[in-house]
């Protein structure tokens, strides 16, 4: 339901609670060029509002190493981690990076909406993250997501 007007009655999976997490552990000397969850691993679950529509924001603490880049970006899935994915890692369309040159720690988060949710459905969310290339020093010092029901 979209068209929320003065007297409608809301139903509890109209909005269900917004969900987070974050860990400040240190990750450091990233390697993969491909996406890869951290340790400890970012993730929440969360049930789909009755509009099939959430807004998902990650953020965090990065840093790169003079000549590559950091990307961090959202992943949803079915269920739980094992589940049918419904939105794989993007840092263009939905994910931040930090620029080769931001050597001192840079703190960025980006918000999106994400459509087409079966409402009342069970869904994991986590970060993945990835370098521009396999050597070099850069890294996290925080990471965050947060799912937040949206009509």
Partial sequence: ??????????????FPPAK????????LNVTSTTYT???PQISTT?????????????GGGLRGDGTRRL????VV??????????????????????????TGYVYYSRTTLLEGLKPGQLYFAKTQHKA?????????????IYITPAP
């Fill in 1 to 14: 339901m979209s068209d929320y007007r003065a007297g409608t009655t809301v139903q509890a999976l109209d």
């Fill in 20 to 27: 987070f997490n974050r860990d400040a552990t240190d990750v």
């Fill in 71 to 74: 990307h961090l970006a959202p």
């Fill in 132 to 144: 521009s290339a396999a050597a070099g020093t850069r890294g996290f010092d925080v990471r965050d």
């Fill in 77 to 102: 899935k079915e269920t739980n981690d094992s589940g049918s994915t419904v939105l794989g890692p993007n840092v263009v369309t939905r994910g931040i990076g930090v620029q080769e040159n931001a």
């Fill in 37 to 39: 969850d951290g340790t």
């Fill in 46 to 58: 969360f049930t789909a509002p009755t509009s099939g529509r959430v807004l998902v924001t990650v």
